[in-house]
């Protein structure tokens, strides 16, 4: 148990509906990270949040938006779904600061989204 | 473009073979390279290798980093049916906006 949650573990729901997927990091943990993980393209790096404000993005479509809240849960939402959208979707944290270059991540059980 | 590269992308063996995975990087200002392990939800950090830490061992599970190659193989001997999983590498730039960028992973099945 790396000590990161994720909720819900599965989803489905249909093309057009918006889902909210909810993170909590490892107690300290400053940083959360979210991660797609589909069959053909592998781990693939969303967005970063530190201490509530945005970090770093990656490939993460405009339909989609993340927050990081005081308490340092983070929400990832996903607005109108596609069948593509379907995915394993990770959340992982860091202590990782300012100043602090080498620490390793602790990835959460995932969710799992199926849009039909 | 940043990018990571791992090879091969599958491997069977069967218990007692010795494996060895690679992964190759091209990256802007390397900063630190990760090994994971998948087997079915969440990655489990196995190894992590800087400048100043390029080679990691625990238990029969060995990494070495090769900075002037941009690579690292990731070894494991005596391989059993426990070790079957998705081996992931990713890669951390020194750009400063904490990017980790991962490989599409090694799938390896162990055979009893």
């Known amino acids: 148990d790396s000590g990161v949650t994720q909720t819900p573990k599965h989803l489905i729901t249909a093309t057009g509906q918006r889902v909210t997927l909810r993170c909590s990091p490892r107690?300290?943990?400053?940083?959360v990270y979210w991660y797609q993980q589909s069959l053909d393209q592998g781990l693939q790096f969303l967005i970063q949040?530190?201490?509530?404000?945005?970090?770093a993005k990656g490939n993460i479509l405009e339909r989609f938006s993340a927050q990081q809240f005081p308490d340092l849960h983070s929400e990832l939402n996903l607005s109108s779904l596609e069948l593509g959208d379907s995915a394993l979707y990770f959340c992982a944290s860091s202590p990782l600061g300012l100043a602090d270059f080498y620490n390793e991540q602790f990835f959460g059980p995932g969710t799992r989204l199926t849009v039909l | 473009e940043d990018k990571v590269v791992q090879s091969p992308l599958s491997l069977v063996v069967h218990e007692g073979d010795t494996v060895t995975l690679n992964c190759s990087y091209e990256v802007t200002n390397f900063r630190s390279l990760l090994w994971y392990k998948q087997e079915k939800k969440a990655p489990t950090f196995l190894f992590m290798l800087?400048?100043?830490?390029i080679e990691k061992k625990s238990g029969r599970l060995s990494s070495i980093l090769d900075k002037k190659e941009l690579s690292s193989i990731l070894n494991i001997t005596a391989t059993q049916t426990g070790d079957s999983a998705i081996y992931l590498c990713?890669?951390?730039?020194?750009?400063?906006?904490?990017?980790?960028?991962f490989g599409t992973g090694t799938r390896l099945k162990v055979l009893a």
């Open positions: 107690s300290g943990d400053l940083s």
């Open positions: 800087t400048s100043s830490g």
């Open positions: 949040y530190y201490n509530g404000e945005e970090r």
């Open positions: 990713a890669v951390l730039p020194a750009s400063g906006t904490y990017k980790y960028i």
